[in-house]
């Protein structure tokens, strides 16, 4: 996924990726605490337009286990359920996996 971003950034990679990742990382935090607000609300449409997002995200960083966790949540939300806390539990846990990973992609070769 880090080689096909790379690819379509081109010559501007070096400068756009850090701020790519910058955004996933700050918008992963946001889009978990929406999912986690409307799980509390039993509100299954923002629940599952939230973890729909930070599913597409994911995707596009290769955090596949964060997508599928995602993609759990999205096809439970889509029939209404609500209470996902182990789902979210998983979300935060490969959330919290994956940073270290791209925190040191950010920063580019040593």
């Known amino acids: 996924a880090?080689?096909?971003l790379?690819?379509?950034l081109g010559k501007k990679a070096a400068i756009m990726l850090p701020k790519l990742i910058d955004d996933f990382?700050?918008?992963?935090?946001?889009?978990?605490?929406?999912?986690l607000d409307a799980m509390d609300k039993s509100d299954?449409?923002?629940l599952r337009r939230s973890v729909h997002t930070l599913k597409s995200n994911a995707r596009n960083f290769g955090a596949s286990a964060l997508a599928d966790l995602c993609q759990e949540?999205?096809?439970a939300a889509k029939e209404g359920r609500t209470d996902l806390s182990d789902v979210m539990e998983g979300i935060a846990v490969a959330l919290s996996d994956i940073r270290p990973a791209l925190?040191?992609?950010?920063?580019?070769?040593q």
């Open 73 to 75: 949540a999205e096809n």
């Open 103 to 109: 925190e040191e992609l950010r920063q580019g070769p």
């Open 2 to 4: 880090i080689k096909r």
């Open 6 to 8: 790379n690819a379509m």
């Open 44 to 46: 299954p449409e923002t």
């Open 25 to 35: 990382l700050k918008d992963a935090v946001k889009l978990q605490k929406q999912a």
